[in-house]
């Protein structure tokens, strides 16, 4: 077990040395001495580039996305922005000078991590979590020092070029009225299409009877479900006047402003999205035209309103560590400083999904790095 005067700050150390009183631990507190074990990061190639397109997207300013472009929690540590971006870039310059020097990278040493960063350790907000634990033993077991690791995945589809009985689902590209506006000048007009239909509407067919927007791509009714909870998908689209067969990925874009309801299965929640077609894998932008570039085991989703977006996270299980960006969110992590979402791979389904992480950890100790002042 750690020690009460690893994880206290010093302040608090301080106070609770000198009074033999009880000292209530943060949810957030710094660590003198983490055990870090052994680093297990799956590509640090890839973690350099979610780190630059973090980046990327802190540099467009705080005023473009007020409260996601912040410090967050960090800022009580001596985190402000200008820190967390240089955290990210640190990770891309040890990265690369590993590379041209041709020898393992030292975001694989354990002593490295130790030296150069200042750590965060983050407890689980259990309190919080009560809230939404009945029904959900995942929620209601968090351990005291662990926070909850869920896993989302890049959803592999097939689909048709036109509508058909086995795919009669669009995804659609928003609608015609705001093809033209900008998130801003759209969210403000609540008469426009995407403001009138929950996902019980669109599925009826009403965007096509009235040529309101346009399909792309069709799906049946559970890759379309999976497509709208997971966020990103990758459609293997045939079409029955060729045999050609295309692979286009498909991000979300803009949703109807319904929030997401954690006490509702995805096919009862009105919250729908509509997609835009993109090159690769993106994470979170507040809308399509800037979004991060992400990869699988390197990226997690998580409250970016609390947290900060582009945080460097370390999360540990059993004596083996794994650093990861935050560059991702989701309707789920409204509020929510107990919980983060494993960006885990490419999977057809839940069954495909489960078999593969059956083993995996549901809990981890996670802790938020920021590169030491020197």
């Known amino acids: 077990m750690m020690k009460l005067s690893a ?3 010093l302040t608090l150390l301080v106070a609770f040395n000198s009074a033999a009183s009880v000292v209530v631990n943060p949810i957030f507190q710094l660590e003198a001495k983490p055990d870090i074990g052994e680093m297990v990061t799956s ?16 540099n467009l300013g705080e005023n473009y996305d007020p409260g996601i472009i912040t410090a967050g929690i960090t800022a009580q540590f001596g985190g402000d922005l200008d820190r967390v971006k240089r955290t990210l870039n640190f990770i891309c310059q040890v990265e690369q000078e590993d590379k041209l020097a041709d020898t393992e990278s ?16 983050w407890m689980p907000d259990k309190t919080q979590a009560q809230g939404f634990a009945k029904d959900k033993p995942l929620l209601k077991n968090i351990p005291d ?10 959803k592999l589809a097939k689909g048709t070029a036109k509508q058909t009985p086995e795919t009669p689902y669009a995804l659609y590209a928003i609608p015609n009225d705001e093809k033209d506006l900008s998130l801003e000048q759209a969210n403000a007009d609540p008469s426009l299409t995407r403001h009138q239909l929950t996902k019980q509407d669109v599925i009826t067919g009403i965007l096509d009877k009235d040529k309101l927007a346009q399909p792309m791509v069709w799906l049946s009714r559970y890759d379309l479900e ?3 909870m997971q966020g990103t998908v990758k459609v293997d689209i045939s079409n029955k006047n060729s045999p050609v067969i295309t692979s286009q990925f498909f991000n979300v874009h803009r949703n109807n402003g319904i929030g997401y309801k954690r006490n509702l299965k995805k096919e009862q929640q009105g919250r729908y999205w509509y997609f835009k077609k993109t090159e690769s894998v993106m994470g979170y932008g ?3 035209n800037y979004k991060i570039p992400v990869y699988p085991l390197v ?29 991702d969110t989701g309707g789920a992590f409204e509020n929510n400083q107990y ?6 791979g490419y999977f057809k389904n839940w069954d495909d999904y489960i078999n593969t992480y059956r083993t995996f950890p549901d809990y981890f100790e996670a802790r938020i790095l920021l590169l030491k002042d020197k």
């Open 286 to 288: 507040k809308d399509a």
């Open 7 to 9: 994880l206290l700050p």
């Open 226 to 228: 999976d497509s709208l």
């Open 43 to 58: 590509s640090t190639a890839e973690l350099c580039e979610v780190a630059k397109g973090s980046v990327d997207y802190l």
């Open 299 to 327: 990226t997690v989703a998580g409250d970016l309103a609390h947290l900060g977006l582009g945080k460097l996270i370390m999360l540990t299980h059993n004596g083996e560590s794994r650093l990861t960006v935050l560059a």
């Open 145 to 154: 020092d662990k926070i909850l690791l869920t896993k989302y995945y890049i």
């Open 106 to 121: 030292r975001l694989m040493d354990a002593d490295f991590i130790a030296e150069h960063f200042d750590v965060i350790r």
């Open 339 to 344: 919980q983060l979402d494993y960006l885990g």
